[in-house]
């Protein structure tokens, strides 16, 4: 089973690191075309040239979605293997990440069909695999303030998914900055890039309630207080409120836009801030 | 009076209060993360605090020390003015949302139900039908496809027109109060914990011993035996403590408590915090009269050396005798592996009068003394707390989920329809529906005209509706 996880992981890699490729191609490829068939003044050739520019999008989604399911599997043989969910150490939380922001991101796409979308975010997932496969990746077994099946898969779980949505974000607002210095025909309009920026946050605030819930329940179990100001609760207690100054700038100022593209820049700096959070804080969350 | 009344009112229905009180609240939060916190006991010693901010000088130096002495910030979230930030922002809150209260009441209720020409004519998305029946006829068959999307319906009946207002979910619209009153709720949960609960987070009982617990209760606990266990790979597997409560001196509960599953008397709770080693000693003076006879916890460290330390006073000797162990998992020049230094101090002056180093099992004579390293042992760290605030803190963090779902995914739609009978006898039916321009809305409203234009149809299959939807 060990095997089985280390195989579908560097699957996965490959499959994702292609797709990606693909994606450049699909996103990229156009205007390149555009530019040479202008130069040549062949139509013929550039009409078969940008339906392969479709087909490498096709392909892409394709290659990025089986990345998931081997992401999948991997976690799952990982999670028999283990007898426990694989979420005890760092490479097994990065593999995470990327799975829930992968997860997310093809959620998106194939609500959006912006693929665009995909050149920033799944960089982020594919980086995450990478960082993972630098760490060691042998199954440790659980200490004890890590031996609570149920919330540690849950709490775990429940973090990768939100940090996942506030990926999404980042990405359209990152889009959403180009577009508004200069407008691209190739890129999703501004008003559907605020509205993903909004899903993503309808998406992660939620869930990153949830996080900071079930780990103070966890605390409140394991330690006997709820809250103690570690380093890790408070980082994501500050990542949460930006996002909820996101959405009462939204609400009750009627941010639309750039600012709000800068607001999610700030979150997701802050999300990266909390998942890295223990290397440079120490603190109770400190298993790395 | 009351101008006051409605100024303090207005005071605090300032989203910019709410603002800089946040940003005040998170700078403090931050401060208090950043810099050492001073423990609750040492805080209440005047000259044990003291003693404590001459050390961490060291750290951050003698002005910034001041300084942060003075705000208190090494006791951030213990001062009166972090709970008054807390307080303030608690007040703003429940009046910026009691603020909001009439707004939101009037959404959630049915509105007015008939709109004009012009108001389905403008509406972001809308939409027209025209039928071969009478207008009460259409809006009968408009009902029920407004019914089958599952909105509430109500409808106005006039003359040659029915009007139509249909809407889901409203109350999404408290989503905003339920999770508003959950922070309150939060927060005065903390508070409920702070004023009367109780905790002692380093509450040490030595194997084989009787500790009471304090905290006003006339509870205390013996530990029968500690056990920690690793895996063959070296990481711990498993840290438990098998202990008894007595209330009164009376047993009244036994058990084992472990990491992430603490035992629970009477609300009291006690969690596996922490574990050390003990030295026992034996001091007799020379007519052989016992002065100590115990375990003594080793569960401080040194600062130099980090070693293991601990320490017990002889009341009638005006002694204090501090007890070193060897530090582990090395060769320890100083505390070899086998023995326990000790230093004896004078209690009244702190004068050091000697130190040397015992080996297990065999008398010395120190200082006029007899004393006894006679084994090594065993102690856990409890951390013992009862909180009332707990459950209020949970009851909150549930409704803070189901607001934030409530906000989120159910959101409320709202939809009017108008079935008006022309001059050629056919009856012109109108759907409007007003919302955000973003996908999530106009997928909303394409449902709701497929389903009404779906009932149409049925009953007049050769009428081809006019669709006329221009959701830009
Ligand atoms: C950290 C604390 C707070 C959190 C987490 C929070 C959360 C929220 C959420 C989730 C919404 C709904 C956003 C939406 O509909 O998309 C909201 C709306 C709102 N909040 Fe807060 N809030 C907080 C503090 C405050 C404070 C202190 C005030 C008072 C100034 C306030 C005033 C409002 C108002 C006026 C709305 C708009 C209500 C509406 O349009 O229905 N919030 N808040």
Partial sequence: MFEVSQYTFVAAMVALGVGLALYVINVFGPRGVRALSFNTGGTQESDSFSSAMKTAGRYGTILSVNAFGFLTASLIARWIAAGHGPFSNMHEFSVAFAWGTMGIYLYFEQQYHARSLGLLVLPIALGMLIYASTLPDDMQPLVPALQHEFLLSVHVAVAIGAYGAFAVGFGSSILFLVQQKKSMSWLPERTTLDEIGYRSVMIGFPLMALVIILGAVWAEIAWGRYWSWDPKETASLVTWLIYGGYLHARVIRGWRGERCAYLLLLGFAATMFTYFGNYFLGGLHSYG | ?472
Wanted: positive net charge; hydrophobic residues 40%.
């Fill in chain 2, 1 to 472: 009076e009351f101008r006051i009344v409605g100024r303090v009112w207005h005071f605090f229905t300032s989203v910019r209060l709410a603002l800089i009180l946040i940003f005040a609240i998170t700078a403090a939060v931050f401060a208090g993360t950043m810099i050492d916190h001073v423990p609750p006991s040492v805080r209440s010693d005047p000259a044990a605090y003291s003693q404590w901010l001459s050390r961490v000088e060291g750290t951050y130096g003698v002005f910034p020390t001041k300084v942060f002495d003075f705000l208190e910030l090494f006791n951030v979230f213990r001062t009166l003015w972090f709970r008054a930030l807390l307080g303030l922002l608690t007040v703003n809150i429940i009046v910026c949302t009691l603020n909001r209260w009439k707004g939101i009441w009037r959404t959630a209720f049915p509105p007015r139900i008939r709109m004009t020409d012009a108001f389905f004519q403008h509406a972001r998305f809308n939409a027209r039908y025209v039928l071969n029946e009478p207008a009460e006829a259409a809006a009968v068959t408009v009902r029920k496809g407004l019914k089958h999307a599952r909105y509430r319906v109500s409808t106005e009946a006039g003359e040659g027109s029915v009007a139509l207002y249909a809407d889901r979910n409203r109350f999404s619209r408290f989503g905003t109060f339920v999770s508003h009153l959950a922070l309150v709720l939060i927060l005065a949960g903390t508070v409920v914990g702070g004023m009367w609960g109780l905790s002692d987070p380093e509450f040490i009982v030595p194997e084989g011993m009787t500790r009471d617990v304090g905290l006003g209760t006339d509870l205390s606990v013996q530990l029968e035996h500690f056990t920690d266990e690793y895996y063959t790979e070296g990481p711990p597997k498993d840290f438990r403590s098998d202990i008894v409560i007595l209330k009164g001196g009376e047993e009244v509960k036994r058990g084992t408590v472990r990491v992430n599953s603490p035992m629970t008397y009477d609300g009291m709770k006690f969690h596996q915090s922490f574990f050390g080693q003990t030295a026992v000693m034996a001091v007799k003076t020379k007519e052989g009269t016992s002065l100590y006879d115990g375990p003594v916890p080793l569960a401080w460290q040194t600062r130099e050396g980090n070693r293991p330390v601990g320490n017990f006073t002889l009341g009638s000797e005006n002694l204090e005798v501090w007890v070193i162990g060897p530090k582990s998992g090395e060769n320890d020049p100083l505390v070899p592996a086998g023995e326990m230094r000790i230093e004896i101090y004078e209690s009244s002056s702190g004068a050091l009068r000697t130190a040397t180093n015992l080996s297990q099992g065999t008398e010395h004579d120190v200082s006029g003394l007899n004393f006894t390293f006679v084994r090594e042992g065993r102690f856990t760290g409890l951390s013992v707390v009862k909180d009332p605030g707990v459950k209020i803190v949970w009851v909150a963090s549930a409704l803070m989920i189901i607001g934030l779902v409530m906000l989120f995914y159910m959101p409320h739609r709202r939809l009017w329809a108008s079935c008006k009978e022309m001059p050629d006898g056919k009856t012109e039916v109108r759907l409007a529906m007003t919302g955000q321009r973003d996908s999530q809305v106009i997928a909303e409203f394409e449902r709701v005209r497929q389903r009404v234009g779906k009932e149409l149809r049925g009953r007049h299959a050769k009428d081809e509706p006019e669709q006329g939807g221009n959701h830009v």
